[in-house]
């Protein structure tokens, strides 16, 4: 397999559909789709144009009607000549499609290899290669934005605004390193010193926004915990809107964690419901509780229910006082039965029929997750980046320290070429094979 090699694989997802497509890419993409096509002459058709014709085999059969796209190097998402067929849906129809085209000189794609082949060609860079496949996986608003975002170079550009910054401070160290022999110091070390500050104000900035960028990526994992018969079932079923959880007067119900997404504040939330805290003798319930509190564990936010009938009891405060590993919103249930205005109080009941009713715990949902709102376009949704950054930042702070130390300044540089380093590797002007390897193998094979 080589860079050369003409490519080709399916672009969309697999079932029964009206349309599907099948792309090629590669110095014999036109020549190869034209071995297929019966209509114009794909080969020296002009770039940006559609045709419909007939799609068959090289040996003649015909497969289906379709319209073909065709892109001439270097206008294309690849850089490279690119042909789109678009035929009718369906595993069988589209199989046959692909099988023509690698029968006709393409070989099948690797995965991420169309994205790949845009990078190596200068069509986005490696954070922009690495949108496109959040982009396809965005499951909320937030996670859409900030890939967009990252697609469009908006995020490529504030990192180059950070690595422009160093640029400054290098230069100047490099330029006295350049008139060492003639004892020549820096103009003004206090503004180099400023600099550097503010480099690593901007890094720390950039770098505390990974907490929310994550859960935007990811979701937030909110489990629902309490005693029994608190009503954690009835409040999931009235947070997703839909019937999810079996719910009963008949404490116990819930033997095993159940679990249903909901987008809210444009954040993707996994409410996961549980089994009631409690002591008991039987093996299966015990097992439930056991995972209530394994699921506790594992959580970012905790909605601890009690019964506002019975008020929260000392040992259930105890409980939510040990959890140290997840934020957590204590709410008072069934206010429906009782006169009660203080805290973070609902009726999961009445929820069930009126979508505004749990509004303020919805609001305090997503404050918990979301307490600083992150610069959208600098938000960090990646861990790779997040860890060229914080090396960058330890790289930064060894050079200020070197600074205020009065260290020699080939000393210092040797830090900031190891921050520029790292800015480097998170856009593509650093890298190495390897890591485009493993970053590449995550896409589809049609990406």
Request: charged residues 25%.
């Amino acid at each position: 397999m080589t860079a050369s090699d003409t490519i080709a694989a399916v672009a969309t997802a697999r079932g029964k559909a009206a349309l599907a497509i099948v792309r090629a890419s590669g110095p014999e993409a036109t020549a190869v789709a034209a071995r297929c096509f019966r209509g114009a002459n794909l080969a020296t058709v002009p770039s940006h144009t559609l045709h419909v014709g007939l799609w068959h085999m090289p040996a003649g059969k015909v497969i289906d009607q379709v319209v073909c796209a065709v892109y001439r190097a270097p206008r294309s998402f690849t850089g490279e000549d690119m042909v789109e067929v678009s035929c009718h849906g369906g595993d069988y129809v589209v199989s046959l499609v692909l099988k023509s085209l690698l029968a006709a000189g393409a070989r099948l794609a690797t995965p991420g290899e169309f994205t790949r082949r845009a990078f190596v060609h200068g069509k986005l860079d490696l954070a922009q290669a690495e949108a496109i496949a959040d982009l396809t996986q965005a499951a909320s608003a937030r996670a859409h934005r900030a890939s967009l975002n990252s697609l469009r170079g908006r995020y490529s550009k504030a990192m180059g605004e950070l690595r422009d910054a160093l640029l400054e401070v290098c230069a100047l160290a490099e330029l006295e390193i350049d008139f060492s022999d003639e004892d020549v110091e820096f103009a003004d070390r206090a503004r180099l010193y400023q600099l550097l500050q503010k480099t690593q104000a901007l890094l720390s900035e950039v770098l505390a926004s990974y907490t929310l960028g994550e859960l935007v990526r990811e979701g937030v994992r909110v489990v629902i915990a309490g005693r029994p018969n608190a009503g954690k079932s009835t409040l999931l079923n009235a947070l997703v809107g839909e019937s999810r959880a079996i719910v009963s007067d008949t404490p116990g119900t819930t033997r095993d964690t159940v679990a249903a997404d909901k987008e809210i504040g444009g954040l993707l939330f996994r409410f996961i419901d549980t089994a009631g805290l409690h002591d008991t003798a039987d093996v299966i319930e015990a097992e439930g509780v056991r995972r209530s509190r394994e699921a506790v564990e594992r959580a970012d936010l905790v909605l601890y229910v009690y019964d506002l009938t019975a008020g929260l009891a000392a040992n259930e405060r105890s409980f939510v006082d040990a959890i140290t590993d997840a934020k957590v919103l204590i709410v008072g249930n069934k206010a429906d039965l009782v006169n009660a205005r203080e805290g973070l109080v609902v009726s999961a009941r009445e929820a069930l029929g009126n979508v505004w009713a749990l509004e303020d715990l919805r609001a305090a949902v997503v404050a918990a997750v979301v307490e600083n709102e992150a610069d959208p376009v600098r938000l960090v949704t990646n861990e790779r980046h997040r860890q060229h950054l914080r090396a960058a930042a330890d790289a930064t702070s060894r050079a200020l320290a070197a600074l205020e130390d009065k260290v020699p300044v080939d000393l210092l540089t040797l830090d900031l070429r190891q921050a520029l380093h790292e800015l480097g590797c998170i856009t593509g002007a650093v890298t190495n094979e390897d890591v485009l390897e493993q970053i590449f193998s995550r896409f589809c094979i049609g990406k």
